[in-house]
């Protein structure tokens, strides 16, 4: 090992060809696990290894060093200074070079190649030690057949047993039984010790923890058909293998079968089957065998103590292992840490935690330290007990003897009980402790910590902590177990949107939204955040972020973001901002359409702000009438006649009637022609209140335009309901007819104007709208 740690440690060594020296050759023999033939032959195989170490600078490393050790203890020709002395390391055995070839190198000819010629003849020692070097089961398989079907080595008994224990290990059960069943063939015996290593592999690490227990009964049935002798170490491999899977009842049959072939139990075979019984559950079962021990002048020991006292407590019968307890100490059998843990354990399970507490005293005033499993049981009663400073005693203790529980969920309850009796330094303590153990800490552990300083109002040190947990990105660890809750990010995004750090709490959420986290109260007070602070993109981007994966929006945030757009003078994307609202089954105030509808129309948007009107007057709210004539006025004017009667029909749809005379006057005084003659019209179709005054208006208008066949077609509507014959032009518009050739329609006009004047029933006054259904 060391060695191997002066090599990793070194600096790359460069090749450099030095001049042969026939004396080097020799010292080529310290690299080999066998001693190498002399003469002749023993010169031939160095110069085959130099000239390998040549081709692979990796290799050579230990070789070139002894080339020039080699050459430094040459005689020197002429006189030098005899330099200093300096301690030579121990060069790199060959076992440890073939390991590390393997490992950097794929399994290929030419990696063969190099082992050969690295190696003048394989022994049993030195094919020992490569399987027993070797970095994985792979590269040990590889080599185990290699060696042998290339004839450089016969295999022996212990390179099988070292082999099959290697893949039993590793859950390779089904080569290593390959490799034993073969074993026969090769004219090596079966003995017992090579089953047993398999047997243990299935039991432990194979399909006994598959729950394939009848290939270990398989290979064990096997042992008498093959001729070898089962002992007691067979059935107690056996006894564990299918205890571990709770077999219970088969452990029992195979007892009696060895008993049936005068096989004693020993104290060992007893607590192996009082242990399976205790795990099975089989109380009354592990309670006989116990018995059955003592009858058969079996004492039992330490070990069996601690199976009793450890089943009972999984039953909760503190009052029996207490018994048992003093009557290992009655015979002078002294407790070890294990059995006093065990106790403990058992203590803290049935919330007996001042008897825990009063055994751990006592194992110290014994000289026995208790180690990470003592402190991971007692400490989790003591936090559910809530004494707060024996748990802080203990923890100091643990880091003084640098003891890591075995549980990190304990610093978790350490956390929370410090915090729920206030003492936020000790909860701070907790934390420091975790460092200074080397324990990895987890979003939940800095959650739990960041939720209490918040509650108690040192957002500072919340601060702080949360700097740590941005900046190491502790929440984006993927082995990370404990998660941040709600209750702790939240306060903490909300007070950094509050004061102004709204960027910082973006970047905290943005790690969390990585993890899968997508809260609506987070993502609001982002959006609040940014619009308080003027940052309006900022904000709408966490809008569409929520839209994406949909999360609801506040109406509270919404409102923010659309008065930080209008602040900013921004009324296109306020106006978006209010879409996205409406999309999420928000209804704006009044006051908030009037803002937008406002900053809309003095930016010149006026079709804008006519859609923002629509989508007002849809949402029921009927305020800001007098933005509504505006903008109706405004259509008019500038052409948009079709979307301003549109607005019109919607409005007299929802109940609200605008100022029709208001609007003919202006149209008819600015000149406004088509789109008078267009609202007068559909007034008389809706028949809806209209002022005499402003038929006359509309009708001087048409004339003085020279548009005497639109006067003439809505003079007869109007008379045709009865609205009036006594308009001081009509004279005029039927001259004007005439002169254009127009006689029909002049003297139409003509004979309705008489007809009227003898019917005499012209109608004065105005009508109620009829509104439209």
């Given amino acids: 090992m060391t060695s191997m740690a002066y090599i990793s440690l070194s600096k790359p060594y460069r090749w450099r060809p030095r001049p042969f020296n026939p004396q080097s050759l020799t010292l080529l023999r310290l690299f080999s696990s066998t001693e190498s033939p002399t003469g002749a032959t023993a010169a031939t195989e160095s110069a085959t290894e130099a000239t390998e170490a040549t081709e692979s600078a990796t290799e050579a490393t230990a070789a070139t060093e002894a080339v020039a050790a080699a050459e430094a203890a040459a005689p020197a020709q002429t006189h030098v200074p005899k330099p200093k002395q300096h301690r030579h390391r121990n060069p790199e055995k060959t076992e440890d070079i073939i390991c590390r070839m393997m490992a950097n190198r794929a399994w290929t000819t030419r990696l063969q190649n190099s082992i ?134 088969m452990a029992k049959r195979y007892f009696n079968a060895m008993l049936s072939e005068g096989i004693e139990p020993d104290r060992h075979t007893y607590n192996v089957m009082i242990w ?34 450890h089943g009972y407590n999984r039953f909760k019968m503190m009052d029996e292992a207490e018994q048992l307890f003093v009557e290992l100490k009655g015979r002078n ?56 400073d024996e748990a802080v005693n203990m923890l100091k203790e643990m880091v003084q003897r640098y003891i890591a529980p075995k549980d990190n969920a304990i610093f978790e309850k350490l956390l929370t009980l410090m915090c729920k009796s206030g003492d936020l330094d000790a909860a701070a303590d907790v934390l420091k402790a975790m460092i200074r153990l080397s324990i990895p800490t987890e979003p939940g552990h800095y959650g739990i910590l960041i939720e209490n300083f918040c509650k108690a109002g040192v957002y500072d040190r919340a601060i702080k902590l949360l700097d740590k947990l941005i900046e190491k990105e502790i929440i984006l660890r993927p082995q990370s177990s404990i998660e941040l809750e709600a209750s702790a990010y939240n306060p903490m995004i909300e007070h950094l949107c509050n004061h102004g750090q709204t960027e910082k709490a973006e970047v905290f959420f943005r790690q969390l939204m990585k993890k899968g986290v997508q809260d609506s109260v987070a993502f609001n007070n982002l959006m609040c955040g940014h619009a308080k602070e003027g940052n309006s993109d900022s904000a709408f981007e966490i809008l569409r972020i929520m839209g994406r994966r949909g999360v609801p929006g506040e109406a509270d945030s919404y409102r923010l973001l659309i008065n930080s757009y209008l602040s900013k003078g921004e009324p296109a994307d306020a106006k978006t901002a209010l879409d996205s609202m409406l999309e999420s089954g928000h209804i704006p105030e009044s006051p908030l359409f009037r803002s937008v509808i406002e900053s809309l129309f003095e930016d010149g948007r006026v079709q804008t702000a006519s859609r923002v009107m629509k989508s007002m007057v849809e949402k029921g709210v009927k305020e800001n009438m007098d933005l509504v004539a505006k903008i109706l006025e405004a259509l008019f004017m500038r052409g948009h006649v079709e979307e301003a009667l549109g607005r019109i029909d919607l409005l007299m749809q929802s109940g609200c009637t605008p100022q029709f005379d208001s609007l003919l006057s202006v149209l008819a005084e600015k000149g406004k022609t088509i789109g008078a003659l267009k609202l007068l019209d559909f007034c008389l179709e809706r028949d809806c209140s209209v002022d005499f005054s402003s038929y006359d208006k509309v009708l001087d208008a048409l004339l003085e335009a020279g548009k005497t066949l639109n006067a003439y077609s809505i003079l007869c509507k109007i008379m045709e309901k009865g ?51």
């Fill in 116 to 249: 050969r010629n690295l190696v003048p003849e394989f022994d049993h020692n030195l094919v020992w030690n490569v399987l027993h070097g070797a970095r994985n089961w792979e590269h040990a398989l590889q080599f185990f057949r290699w060696v042998e079907r290339s004839g450089l080595f016969k295999h022996d008994r212990e390179t099988h047993l070292k082999i099959i224990e290697i893949l039993g290990r590793n859950l390779k059960l089904n080569h290593a039984r390959c490799i034993l069943l073969d074993m026969p063939k090769k004219g090596v015996q079966l003995d017992e010790d090579l089953f047993l290593a398999l047997i243990d592999g299935y039991g432990k690490a194979g399909y006994g923890k598959a729950g394939i227990i009848q290939e270990s009964v398989k290979l064990f049935d096997s042992m008498k058909e093959l001729g070898v002798q089962r002992s007691l170490k067979s059935y107690e491999a056996l006894f564990k293998a299918i205890m571990r899977r709770g077999r219970y009842m």
């Fill in 333 to 388: 059998i002294e407790p070890n840490v294990i059995c006093y843990t065990t106790m403990i354990k058992g203590y803290v399970d049935v919330g007996r935690v001042d008897d825990a507490l009063r055994l751990f005293q006592e194992m110290k005033s014994f000289g026995i330290k208790p180690n990470a499993v003592t402190f991971s049981t007692l400490l989790p009663g003591l936090c559910e007990a809530e004494k707060k």
């Fill in 276 to 309: 399976g019984f205790f795990m099975s559950k089989r109380l009354e079962t592990a309670k006989r065998f116990y018995e059955d021990m003592k009858s058969r002048g079996i004492s039992p020991d330490l070990v069996t103590y601690n199976t009793m006292i």
């Fill in 723 to 773: 609205e009036a014959s006594d308009w001081s032009s009509t004279k005029d518009l039927i001259k004007s007819l005439n002169q254009e050739g127009n006689t029909k329609q002049a003297d139409i006009l003509s004979r309705m104007i008489k007809g009227g004047e003898k019917s005499g029933q012209s109608k004065k006054g105005k009508k109620e709208a009829v509104v439209a259904s």
